[in-house]
DNA sequence: TTGTATGCGTTATCAT
DNA sequence: ATGATAACGCATACAA
């Protein structure tokens, strides 16, 4: 292993100067600067994370905690979690995963997902910088991300009328949860904008449970109308239970949430509102470590996409 | 912080004999290792990672590399990634998650998936403790772990040759992999143990793709056909074609392979080989483990499981 | 069986 | 602007 003695002793100055060209650059003057850094390159030098953390007393350890039951939500977790890998591995951290509320000592900070309302005050009263995944209650001073779930039904519900679908409805979820009340608000207040009758319908979310709730409505929906799905689950049931009469996108039209996965299983494949994953995880991170470097809180959320696909009209 | 000098000074010992009672206690007579015991208790001390680490030239980073398109599989690596995470915390290890082969200093072992033959050269010359997930070629002296393909293909074609399907089919990938060729073989091995005739076709691993092959041949295909898929996204497609004239399971009987996600999101729910995901994460880890310590190369595949559900005859 | 001295690689502090 | 020294927490080698 190739450390700052080594490379002191080739550019014939101290380790410290070596340590200030690499911490501070500005306290050294120009020629010794590049002789260092000639240096460092000439031997190979890649600063020793371990050694870093011991004297700053870091540890350059973050954890995601995952709390909900993986199965429920799996390919989205997927995608999050090695974009969050990455975006932390660039920035010289490395990423533990857990499923358990449990810091050790070792951990610098917390990305927390998957938490019910009934973790929040366990949450805040840990003393470790963290950051949720997705939107909590603003009487808890958590700072969270997560992606606009108002504004995404809202797209949802805006293409589905503009695409001349008569009737609009929407299958919500049984779960008492903020981004379910975001979502329906979503479609609530765009259906109002347009002086339209909403409707609302709630299921698990299981795709079986939404094929049984449609082909249990199917009697009284009109042709020409359009279905706003919480989830891309709900919509693949949906789907399901309307194809055999195959008239997607013609009689009915229907959206999903979250764009990971399910919506390129479909048949016909789905028009969704799709998560920015890359995003969220550059958003959670850097959010998480101007917690640790400034002490700054700060919630965002990021705006979603429409993709456009098979399951509803082409506008 | 509390550390070592804490606990010594707790118990009225030197550091030198915690340190002892916490890696050898059997050179640490009884009281005295009681007395230390209690002092860690009633301090609570938790030793530090970060300093063993520098200490040992040890990381205790286990770099988990994912090397195929993670779009492909989203849903195994999500459950592969939490199991193997869960484990290595156990050990007090560390997963770091990356997508490119470029293994840092700081990586004291790595866990490489998704890897194509072409990546076997360069893997081999890398020297760092590694273990694959995958069947690999002997001739890299590679270790690995994965589930045993053929097995799995293999109770998969009984199951369906001893629910009375008459003629039983093949759907494999049309991708040259060593557990490709596995899970074909397991199918060929079977139905000539059971002297029948074999029949295979090969798409590509799309649900969409699967269905277009069953929509073209089902003239062709007799009632009572049991199809073995090569996974569970081909099933779906399978599944999705044959729906249509709800023949599952009474006409044709299908069998996927992964256990995964979307076994739970077909309609019919899907019969399928369930890899077992927590016992190759531990598997895994515990291989690597052993090259970290003993330095012992060893290969080992993990029997997966046949779960009957709907879209097969019960027997 | 127990304790002392030393070093892992880095950085902050203080001195020059 | 640059360098010498000590310290972070732990474990190995050696001494007693």
Redesign the pocket.
């Given at each position: 292993?190739?450390?700052?003695?080594?490379?002191?002793r080739q550019a014939?100055?101290?380790?410290?100067?070596?340590?200030?060209v690499?911490?501070?650059p500005?306290?050294?003057?120009d020629?010794?600067?590049d002789l260092v850094n000639q240096a460092i390159k000439a031997v190979g030098?890649?600063?020793?994370?371990?050694?870093?953390a011991?004297?700053?007393?870091q540890n350059y350890v973050i954890q995601f905690i995952v709390l909900e039951d993986i199965a429920t939500v799996e390919p989205n977790y997927a995608i999050l979690l090695l974009e969050i890998a990455e975006v932390l591995n660039q920035k010289g951290y490395t990423l533990e995963i857990s499923t358990i509320l449990e810091p050790n000592s070792h951990v610098d900070g917390l990305i927390v997902s998957g938490w019910r309302d009934s973790d929040l005050e366990r949450l805040s009263a840990i003393n470790v910088p963290m950051v949720l995944y997705g939107q909590a209650p603003t009487w808890y001073d958590l700072p969270y991300v997560d992606v606009n779930n108002r504004m995404g039904t809202s797209l949802a519900t805006t293409h589905l009328i503009e695409a001349g679908y008569k009737k609009v409805i929407y299958i919500g979820m049984t779960m008492a949860l903020p981004f379910v009340r975001e979502r329906e608000q979503g479609y609530l207040e765009t259906m109002a904008k347009h002086h339209l009758v909403s409707r609302t319908y709630d299921v698990s979310n299981h795709s079986h449970d939404a094929e049984k709730l449609i082909q249990n409505i199917i009697a009284h929906l009109p042709k020409n109308t359009g279905i706003v799905c919480a989830t891309d689950r709900i919509a693949l049931g949906v789907v399901r239970a309307l194809k055999a009469q195959s008239q997607i996108p013609e009689n009915y039209g229907v959206v999903g949430f979250d764009g990971v996965f399910i919506d390129q299983i479909t048949s016909p494949k789905l028009t969704t509102i799709k998560q920015p994953f890359r995003q969220l995880a550059n958003t959670l991170v850097s959010n998480l470590l101007n917690q640790l470097h400034h002490s700054e809180l700060k919630t965002e959320l990021i705006q979603p996409r429409l993709v456009k696909r098979d399951s509803t009209r082409q506008v």
């Open positions: 292993m190739v450390n700052l003695a080594d490379v002191a014939h100055v101290s380790q410290m100067t070596v340590s200030r690499i911490n501070h500005n306290l050294v003057s020629e010794v600067r030098y890649q600063p020793n994370r371990i050694a870093k011991l004297v700053n007393q």
